[in-house]
């Protein structure tokens, strides 16, 4: 059993940068595939980044590629999610999630287990 509790939303103007984080439970984070997610009012929730056991491979969606990075510290058993340039379209609640694999997947359905979210709100 994993547990996943996001930090670091909340309401920057467009071009502004935010740092989620993920903090997981248990010995075994780095058996885990670790992915964030994101989803919108009225839409579905989708893949935004995810990163492999020991941080070597990452995997970004297209929208966000050369703004946000995705990390890992495998000693504080953290996910980090770094957001720069910020959008209006990226508001949404931004999810962190686990899959004990090691192969990237980037289906809701793979993740084993899922945080609460937090709000990542970008004014215009």
């Known amino acids: 059993q994993v547990q996943l509790v996001e930090s670091g939303g909340g309401l920057v103007q467009a071009g502004g940068s935010l740092r989620l984080s993920c903090a997981a439970s248990?010995?075994?984070?780095?058996?885990?595939?670790m992915g964030w997610f994101r989803q919108a009012p009225g839409k579905e929730r989708e893949f935004v980044a995810a990163?492999?056991?020991?941080?070597?491979?990452?995997l970004l969606r297209d929208s966000v590629k050369g703004r946000f990075t995705i990390s890992r510290d495998n000693a504080q058993n953290t996910v980090y999610l770094q957001m720069n340039s910020l959008k209006p379209e990226d508001t949404a609640v931004y999810y962190c999630?686990?899959?004990?694999?090691?192969?990237?997947?980037?289906?809701?359905?793979?993740?084993?287990?899922w945080g609460q979210g937090t709000q990542v709100t970008v004014s215009s």
């Open positions: 990163i492999r056991l020991n941080g070597a491979g990452t």
């Open positions: 999630a686990a899959e004990r694999t090691i192969v990237i997947h980037t289906t809701v359905a793979e993740y084993d287990y």
């Open positions: 248990g010995r075994t984070f780095s058996t885990y595939v």
